[in-house]
């Protein structure tokens, strides 16, 4: 299908000078991301962008409260399963099981021991 669209008028002239296959891992990225942005609610959604504003970027401008409810937000996202996704995707190596979920005895890897 990529070629067949790159071979026609206005795509070759577009493709001659794209990296097609750059803004292609740039969309898979993007949709991992959304995968894990799904596990949290909307409103959970709203709040950890309210918490990230609040702070700007600087966690003393939280309360301690506000510091673990951001912490408990970014935790349900599973930011370590992310990386390691993206990693194991673009990846042409395996990947270690340690970089996906952590120690052995890790919570993560516990957790996801459990889904299955």
Not at 36 to 43: D, T
Not at 68 to 89: F, K, N
């Amino acid at each position: 299908m990529l070629r067949f669209l790159i071979k026609r008028a206005p795509f070759k002239r577009f493709a001659k000078g794209f990296p097609i296959a750059r803004v292609l891992v740039a969309a898979e990225i993007a949709g991992m991301v959304w995968v894990h942005l799904a596990k949290l609610s909307g409103p959970q959604r709203r709040r950890t962008l309210a918490l990230l504003v609040k702070s700007r970027g600087r966690p003393s401008y939280l309360s301690d409260a506000e510091r673990a409810e951001l912490a408990a937000l970014v935790a349900a996202v599973e930011p370590r399963l992310l990386a390691g996704s993206v990693a194991r995707r673009l990846s042409p190596l395996p990947v270690p099981k340690r970089v996906l979920y952590g120690p052995r005895d890790a919570p993560a890897r516990k957790a996801a021991a459990e889904r299955r």
